[in-house]
């Protein structure tokens, strides 16, 4: 999943994942910023997972045998 990042004015970092909403973080330095939002992201899987909604993201990572 594509991870934008830019830094603002005050000089914080600012990491989303665009294609999971609210996936947003802000971190001191830009590789605390990435590290943050890949754990958050991963919160946000592993949540909608649970929930039983579809990540279309996902498909063909997870193999069943028939």
Same mark, same amino acid.
């Given at each position: 999943?594509?991870?934008?990042?830019?830094? =603002?004015?005050?000089?914080?970092?600012?990491?989303?994942?665009?294609?999971?909403?609210?996936?947003?973080?802000?971190?001191?330095?830009?590789?605390?910023?990435?590290?943050?939002? =890949?754990?958050?992201?991963?919160?946000?899987?592993?949540?909608?997972?649970?929930?039983? =909604?579809?990540?279309? =993201?996902?498909?063909?990572?997870?193999?069943?045998?028939?």
């Amino acid at each position: 999943m594509k991870i934008e990042i830019e830094r =603002e004015q005050d000089g914080q970092w600012i990491a989303e994942v665009p294609d999971l909403a609210g996936v947003m973080v802000y971190g001191q330095s830009r590789e605390e910023a990435i590290s943050k939002v =890949e754990a958050l992201a991963l919160r946000a899987i592993a949540d909608r997972l649970e929930h039983g =909604e579809s990540i279309p =993201e996902l498909d063909g990572l997870f193999a069943v045998p028939a």
